[in-house]
């Protein structure tokens, strides 16, 4: 068992390794980052598109019908990998639809909370006018708007290695604590039956 821990914990701190290292790669290289981001895009569309082809053929169905999506996919995956660019138009659009969307149906709902405490109330408020403002900034610059997805998607998944891998760390130190803890545990619920 305790070999098992050693190997998995050992796995863990390399991807965390691998994680910090690609966050390093999106914060310094946005751009590079994100033209290679779109075209592993337009190759899964297309491997999505022709599986689904296969599918289709093999499950051939009145009620299951995926010929459609496989050809919606395939073509998505072809103007992706034509025009990349249409992604970094795509994604910051989308995103700031999303964020005025979400900002007003949630602003409306904090019209509701005239009963609650009022300092919730303009927090949430707030809030939801930050988010819309955020959703028209992207609308307006979606170029520039994509770098700075990139750059912290980079810095989330580097803040997010960096405390795994320290969790990871401070585990395999204290290990022989946690396999034994594991081994009472199991020996305490085969006592219960």
Avoid: Q
Wanted: hydrophobic content about 55%.
């Amino acid at each position: 068992m305790l070999k098992k821990l050693n190997k998995y914990f050992n796995i863990s701190i390399v991807i965390a390794i691998i994680f910090a290292a690609l966050g390093i790669i999106l914060m310094s290289y946005p751009d590079i980052s994100f033209n290679v981001i779109s075209y592993c895009i337009a190759g899964i569309l297309i491997i999505n598109g022709l599986v689904l082809f296969v599918v289709d053929y093999k499950t051939y169905s009145l009620f299951v019908n995926t010929f459609f999506y496989a050809i919606l996919s395939i073509i998505g995956g072809i103007l992706v990998l034509i025009h990349p660019n249409a992604l970094k138009m795509a994604i910051p659009i989308c995103l700031g639809i999303w964020f005025i969307a979400g900002g007003l149906f949630k602003l409306r709902f904090s019209a509701y909370l005239r009963d609650s405490n009022a300092f919730y109330r303009i927090l949430s408020v707030i809030a939801n006018i930050i988010t819309i403002v955020c959703g028209v900034i992207l609308l307006m610059n979606p170029i520039e708007s994509v770098e700075i997805v990139t750059v912290s998607m980079g810095i989330i998944l580097l803040v997010y290695s960096i405390a795994d891998l320290i969790d990871m760390i401070v585990i395999k130190k204290n290990v022989n604590g946690i396999s034994r803890f594991i081994k009472d545990e199991v020996s305490r619920f085969k006592e219960l039956d």
